[in-house]
């Protein structure tokens, strides 16, 4: 069962790290019986398959129910010292009454404004407990999340309990957030997908919310009312019709004990709450497609097949076709269209929602191909499975694809939680997830054969094709793409004191230890190759990271877009296995391996079961040293390529960084080449193939893997599959020119049609390495100046004071090289220059007045609490473990880290701070409508 991200429209608060790369998911007495419906029949097991079920999402988990009608679900989880504290309110965008459309996802906005008793930005607080915060509105709910280091549990709760009774909801406030979130949503309007996707549900569920786009459209959100806002506000969210979440490193008693007295006394509803209405019959399916012919880049496809509701009986039964149609390489539609060559990209979506839903079809066509002749493949390639059904082979692999997935998505706290509120929520039991992995044992072909000849009958779909009215994706330059500094002059607020914000929490006892972090061990073969290992036996999962010296930094002007085409092509067949052979070896056992081409370097990752290991490890060392690279396999790559490009060109965040790029970089740098139409078709087979032959080599390669294995018979197994890998001739060094500063600002403005929102990029070219001494400073200070969205300097004065931007944060890309210092935001086009102007004026005032002692004290305190955070992920330590060893820093890095955060200086931020913030010799580059064009969106 997978949750589809594009469900959940949130406030994202997580905050950046620093270093980010662009372009580059125990008792049962007092539950529930797991369905309650009339209709359809519950989903039963057997009591042998249900005790044969080796994996479970609930062992430990705990529910108790307050009261004032609160639910609690607790899981005690002590692998690392964090918590995950979440509360999913009842409540999403179906329970939206005629003329507010969107209102729930404003509540969530808003829900962060403060309270009458802490009357400030609670991101600034989550900011200063170091929270990976986070929040989502949905058809069927809305969540609030966050997970910080153990000793901060009491200071979340008591901020979730505020929030629940005591928002502020103001006229100023909701102004503000009104400004935000029609911003948020014109963002949406970029791109051709969702413009598609909301036209299709749109006919599909033409008299009920589920129809509706769940963040609102532009005309409800602009008439919002305080009034309205309130009375949602005290109608929904009553503890009544919450759950509260907590898993990690906690006693259960103790946390229960703080619950009682933090929320116990919040009075419950009073009054039934509105219903959501009566579920409407599904609508006669149209016999034509709607087709929306618009600027955009690429053709697509978008069809909706009416479904059941969580509860039905067959749930088990479409996920695993959808599985056999769409997961992995070998699934049906992948063969069908993108291995001929018909589309660039295609997939499915099986929604598990409160009511009657939807399964979703999409595809991406290839350069040239017809949309009509897609729809001709794609209903053929639906008819067989109705017709013919699937193969036993077919049905075991889609089976251990879905456990895997569950087993995969439980690694960390966090994930753990989302699982136990999203079913407690939507099935109404916590423990729905056990029982449908039970079910999905009892799952036949002959249930997939039946349930694809109920629910995908073609007459019951509707259809939407969406065709662009500018093909090559070219943008317009608006100007001479050359002016001076900006004229306007805009004051910013002052900041707020982070002392205030530390008044408002409770007394947090600074406990952080990470002299307790387990490290890592590293070897290296005859041949160069290193390898940094972490046995980790809390989770059957192994985490595999790696890193190729191959990226795009070596690829030639005329070539560019080579290195990638290498990369994308490494599974496409070997000496011994074709690219479907080494599909199936990977998914009958639920494992997955892909490769990335980035600036510096081709990231490897992967994961498999802990008994697959050895069938990943083999896999990856016959594809590092035996790939083919087969003439039809490249082609298609190439054609999937030059359809990504025309995305990219459409696409004003991309589009932004690409001319980003190619402005602060001089011709002949290793960031300097971008991808374009000649460089990609002039590229052929022998070019791939020598580049394979001269970059990859064991002396530039690293591998990380963590998780559950014995160390010994990990080295044993690489040193046989890779220990023959030989280099040949002397290591590639890239040759990286010096780049200076640009002598006074620089606006670039690239016009793109059809588009709702612009998106900024400004900076300069070459800040600093890893290596570079100055990046902890650095890091502290950029949490200052623009880390987090909400907290930050400009995340306050941009988003939460002006609402000019829905998102508003700065970086600073650090790798082996120096990389750029950049902003990055998303605005009305209306609102383009004042947002530049008062961007450039925070940091203006900045140079002028520096930072205080409690802004760098709270930056460091965010910085590390977010680190343990970090750590305690395991797809996220692989990563951290494999780069310290690319950047050199040592295996102790993962320890030393918080306390060289903890070492930095006023004195060093103010020489970062002049050194590297430099407003009068930035490169603004803008991509999105034309200058004044007038805000669209419904």
Known sequence: ????????????????????????????????????????????????????????????????????????????????????????????????PPGENGISHQLEHMMFKGTADRPIQFGRFFSALGSQSNAFTSYDMTAYYGTVERDKLEAMLVLEADRMVNSLIDESGLESEKRVVISELQGYENSPDYRLSRAVTRAAFPEHPYGLPVGGTKADVQSFTVDAVQRYYETYYTPD????????????????????????????????????????????????????????????????????????????????????????????????????????????????????????????????QSLEAIDEVVLQTIEVLRQQGITPEELERAKTQLKTFFVLSSQDITSQANQLGYFEIVAGDYQYGDRYLAAIEQVTAEDVQRVAQTYLDPAKRTLGFFEPTQLDGAPEVQGDGRTTQTMEKFDPGEPVDPAEVARYLPPIPDTTDSSTQVLPEKFTLNNGLEVVLLPDSSNPIVNLSGWVEAGSGFDAIDQAGLASLTADNLLNGTETNDALTIAKTLEDQGAELLFSSRREGVSI?????????????????????????????????????????????????????????????????????????????????????????TYYRPDTTVLSLVGDFESNQVKALLSEAFGEWKAEGDRPELVYSEVSLPPSTRRLNQVIPGKAEAVTFMGYGSALSRQDPRFYAALVLNQIVGGDVLSSRLGSEIRDRLGLTYGIYSFFQAGQHPGPFAIVMQTSPNDVDRAIDSTLAVLRQLREQGVTTTEIDTAKRSLISSYSVDLSAPPVLVSEILFNDVYGLGLEEIREFPTKIEAVTPDQIQQVLDDLIRPDNFVIVTSGPARGAIDVGT
């Open 1 to 96: 069962m997978k949750i589809r991200p594009s469900l959940l429209l949130g406030l994202f608060l997580t905050c950046l790290m620093g270093a980010i790369a662009l372009s580059d998911l125990p008792s049962s007495a007092s539950i529930p019986t797991l369905f309650n419906t009339s209709a359809n029949p519950p989903l039963t097991v057997s009591s042998d398959t249900a005790v044969a079920s080796s994996i479970s999402i609930t062992d430990g988990a705990r529910k108790t129910v307050l009261d004032n009608g609160l639910t609690i679900l607790t899981k005690e989880v002590h692998t690392a010292p964090v918590v995950s504290v979440q509360v999913w309110y009842r409540v999403g965008s179906r329970n939206e």
């Open 241 to 368: 019709n919450a759950v509260l979440i907590i898993t990690g490193d906690f006693d259960t008693e103790t946390v229960l004990a703080q619950i009682e007295d933090l929320f116990g006394e919040i009075p419950k509803r009073t009054g039934d709450a509105p219903s959501a209405g009566v579920i409407p019959a599904p609508p006669e399916a149209r016999q034509a497609p709607i087709v929306l012919r618009e600027p955009g880049s690429a053709a697509l496809l978008n069809a909706v097949y009416p479904l059941v509701d969580i509860q039905h009986p067959d749930v088990p039964a479409i996920d695993l076709m959808d599985t056999v149609l769409s997961v992995g390489r070998s699934s049906r539609l992948y063969q069908a269209l993108v291995e001929t060559g018909l589309a660039s990209n295609a997939g499915t979506y099986a929604s598990a929602m409160i009511e009657p839903g939807w399964y979703d079809l999409f595809v991406t066509a290839a350069p040239g």
């Open 605 to 693: 990752n992967g994961y498999a079961l802990n008994e697959n290991l050895p069938l990943l490890v083999q896999t990856l060392a016959d594809v590092l040293q035996n790939a083919t690279f087969p003439a039809d396999q490249l082609e298609l790559s190439r054609q999937r390529a030059l359809s990504q490009l025309q995305v990219e060109l459409d696409d004003p965040e991309q589009l932004s960084w690409r001319v980003f790029r190619q402005t602060v970089y001089p011709e002949g740098h290793p960031f300097y080449s971008v991808p374009t139409e000649a460089s990609l078709m002039q590229i052929t087979q022998a070019d791939v193939m020598n580049f394979y032959q």
